[in-house]
């Protein structure tokens, strides 16, 4: 069964830095592109950025070029999503999903990030 | 690199049919027939409907159907039923960033 997982819930004030991950199991992880994407509060989906593990091929969206760093450890099958200094906006939910032959099939369940002084 | 345009709402009755538009550009939608559909219900994961602009998942209903014309594609839902509220996503690849685009999200509602 495939599976991506993510990690938990995040509280972190302003400036301060966080790496979430997204761990895929029951398929080869290599082989398949993983994507973030961000949800603001009551707001649409956005794609941050996706990775090839396979071969550290990395987009990002224009609006999250230089913002965040999505990479990848195909060794323990997980991708992460990381900050250096969170701003409040950042707050939102963030799922990673696997892709292929241009769409994304599975989800994960989410990760809640909330930033505030 | 914006946004595909979708409605933000869209009504029916239970039965009726519903079609959800989604406009890109000649960079993404026109481009490729990389688009799919995603539903969405509160607090939860997006769920694929369609990929490849019409093919559907194991386990999607066939009322649920997808097509493209041009740099707009669209997701018909027929035989509305009440659980068929949430929020519809379209998606595409674009040239753009070689990465994916989605569409602004439209709120179905059966009335």
């Known amino acids: 069964e495939v599976q991506l997982v993510q990690s938990g819930a995040e509280v972190k004030k302003p400036g301060e830095s966080l790496k979430i991950s997204c761990k895929g199991s029951g398929y080869s992880f290599s082989n398949y592109w993983t994507g973030w994407a961000r949800q603001m509060p009551g707001k649409g989906l956005e794609w941050m950025g996706i990775i090839n593990p396979g071969d550290s091929d990395t987009r990002y969206s224009p609006s999250f070029q230089g913002q965040v760093i999505v990479s990848a450890d195909k060794s323990i099958s997980t991708a992460y999503l990381q900050w250096s200094s969170l701003r409040a906006s950042d707050s939102g939910v963030y799922y990673c999903?696997?892709?292929?032959?241009?769409?994304?099939?599975?989800w994960g369940q989410g990760s809640l990030v909330t930033v505030s002084s | 690199q914006s946004a595909l345009t979708q409605p933000a709402s869209l009504s029916g009755s239970p039965g009726q049919s519903i079609t959800i538009s989604c406009t890109g550009t000649s960079s993404d939608i026109g481009a490729y027939n990389y688009v799919s559909w995603f539903r969405q219900e509160p607090g939860t994961a997006p769920k694929l409907l369609i990929y490849g602009v019409s093919n559907r998942p194991s386990g999607i209903s066939d009322r649920f159907s997808g097509s493209k014309s041009g740099n707009t594609a669209s997701l018909t839902i027929s035989g509305l039923q009440a659980d068929d509220e949430a929020d519809y996503y379209c998606?595409?690849?674009?040239?753009?960033?070689?990465?994916?685009?989605f569409g602004t999200g439209t709120r179905v509602t059966v009335i």
């Open positions: 999903a696997r892709g292929h032959d241009g769409f994304w099939d599975y």
């Open positions: 998606n595409s690849y674009t040239r753009t960033t070689r990465t994916h685009v």
